[in-house]
């Protein structure tokens, strides 16, 4: 896989220094998967290389970029609004610079809008872009005018990106950029382009250099991460990967997403199963129970193939745990089909369910389709589907009471005096214990649930 470095621009940090009487502050916004965090992070780490400090306050900024996502119309609305709001603050300080990348800029129907409606946005980029930001600021600075392009796609990984992590015990590692799969309702081959697989030596240096910062959990990055190693010069699979890098002594937590079922194999089940520093969750997106509606997704699995696989994974990895993505109302989902999702849902029993009614994307396969369903059809169906997953799911979270399980400590909790864990299974529990322990391990003792969320007491180790 070619693979381009990211080094220094000395001239675009000059451009900089002589642009501002003191160091200009940038404020970053990402709206979509943790993939888009992940580069949200990288912008940070590439504007703080060239002289920008970072600030959380949007009005205080000289630069706002908003990372954007163009998974569903509702993402891409949130954006626009959002920018439009940005009009009164260019109004209050003409010199602010207003930017927009990622998935959404990918597109030329966006940039092309961006054009003519939103005069006050002068920058846009697509998620190749990252390592040219300086470069694009600097010729903003010195001539002006606005900078509007996609960027194209390179067919390359880019590696040495600067990066400012939003924490440091919990890290993403993108083991892989870009999709093959073209899910007929899905954007993000269109605008991630085709799949590129890092070489091993780069995940493992990062890996590294996360554990020895002192980083406890870190989850493994991919569209699609079982067609991971397709292109590199080792040729290892995700297996393979994982494999590798569990050999590496510590005190640590490693997830990965997303698996695609069609390749998810017995091999990563077995794999998950003998180190113990693996989670024994697997988040695996069905997407729909019928297959008929899978194969008009171009899913390449049946309904009886994906429970196969959980089948096999609750037998192989004790107390294991799924979680996984439905779309419902895909262009001609009949009452039956969706009746099969429900089925399926019921016969799984996830622990966690995202859901989301069809969205239609210009470009895709399914934006042609007859799609006679109204939208409170579909609302209606949502509605049923989230019955039917509580229903499923908060009594088994609750079986889970009485049992001592070791957490990582993420965040204070809702209440008051509380904290937030996870454990190894995804699950999160709210206890009550100091601030102090944010980011450390603890041992929970887990007393109750309220819904999804389990609540529990703090245990000494
Ligand atoms: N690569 C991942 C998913 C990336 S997008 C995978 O294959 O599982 C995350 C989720 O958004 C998808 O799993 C799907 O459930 C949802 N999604 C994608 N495109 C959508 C669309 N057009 N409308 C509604 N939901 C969509
Ligand atoms: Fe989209 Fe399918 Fe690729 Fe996932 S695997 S990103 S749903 S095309
Ligand atoms: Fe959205 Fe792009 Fe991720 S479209 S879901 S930010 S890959």
Redesign the pocket.
């Known amino acids: 896989m070619p693979t381009f470095t990211y080094t220094h621009n000395a001239a675009a940090a000059a451009a900089v220094a002589a642009a501002y009487d003191t160091p200009p502050l940038a404020y970053v916004r990402s709206y979509g998967c943790q993939q888009n965090v992940n580069d949200g992070e990288k912008l940070r780490g590439v504007l703080l290389d060239i002289g920008f400090g970072i600030t959380d306050a949007p009005e205080r900024a000289d630069l706002i970029l908003f990372n954007t996502c163009a998974v569903r119309e509702h993402a891409e609305q949130r954006v626009f609004g959002n920018v439009g709001a940005l009009k009164k603050l260019k109004e209050a300080n003409p010199r602010l610079i207003i930017g927009l990348c990622g998935c959404m800029a990918q597109q030329p129907q966006v940039v092309e809008k961006l054009k003519k409606s939103y005069p006050y946005v002068d920058l846009v980029f697509g998620v190749d872009g990252i390592d040219r930001l300086p470069a694009l600021l600097q010729k903003r600075l010195e001539k002006g005018r606005r900078v509007l392009e996609t960027s194209p796609e390179r067919g390359a990984v880019v590696e040495d990106l600067p990066i400012r992590r939003d924490s440091d015990f919990r890290a993403w590692l993108p083991v892989m950029y870009g999709?093959?799969?073209?899910?007929t309702?899905?954007?993000?081959?269109y605008v991630?382009g085709r799949e590129r697989s890092r070489e091993p030596e780069a995940i493992l240096a990062e890996f590294r250099a996360l554990l020895a910062a002192g980083c406890k959990e870190i989850t493994l990055l991919g569209?699609?991460v079982n067609s991971y190693g397709k292109g590199t010069a080792a040729g290892l699979d995700f297996a393979g990967l994982l494999d590798l890098l569990c050999q590496e002594p510590g005190d640590y937590r490693l997830r990965f997403m997303?698996s695609?079922p069609k390749d998810a194999s017995h091999r990563l089940i077995d794999t998950i199963a003998r180190h113990p520093q693996l989670c024994r969750h697997l988040h695996l997106?069905v997407?729909s129970g019928s297959d008929r509606v899978l194969a008009a997704m171009n899913?390449h699995y049946t309904a009886a193939q994906y429970l196969e696989l959980i089948d096999y994974a609750r037998k192989t990895i004790p107390g294991v745990t799924f979680s996984s993505d439905i779309i419902v109302g895909f262009p001609g989902e009949t009452e039956e089909d969706f009746e099969k999702t429900l089925e399926l849902v019921k016969a799984v029993g996830y622990t966690q369910l995202f859901t989301f009614i069809y969205s239609k994307r210009t470009g895709t396969k399914a934006a042609a389709l007859p799609d006679p369903a109204t939208h409170a059809d579909k609302a209606a169906r949502m509605a049923r589907l989230l019955k039917i997953q509580e229903e499923r799911a908060f009594p088994a979270i609750a079986a889970l009471t009485g049992r001592s399980e070791r957490v990582l400590v993420e965040s204070a909790g809702r209440m008051a005096g509380t904290l937030n864990g996870r454990l190894d299974n995804d699950l999160v529990v709210e206890f009550p214990g100091p601030q102090s322990l944010i980011g450390r391990w603890a041992r929970v003792r887990l007393t109750g649930a309220r819904a999804a969320l389990l609540t529990g007491e703090l245990e000494t180790e």
Request: charged share 15%; aromatic share 12%; proline share 11%.
């Open positions: 999709c093959d799969n073209f899910c309702y899905c954007i993000v081959p991630r569209q699609n997303t695609h997106p997407q899913r």
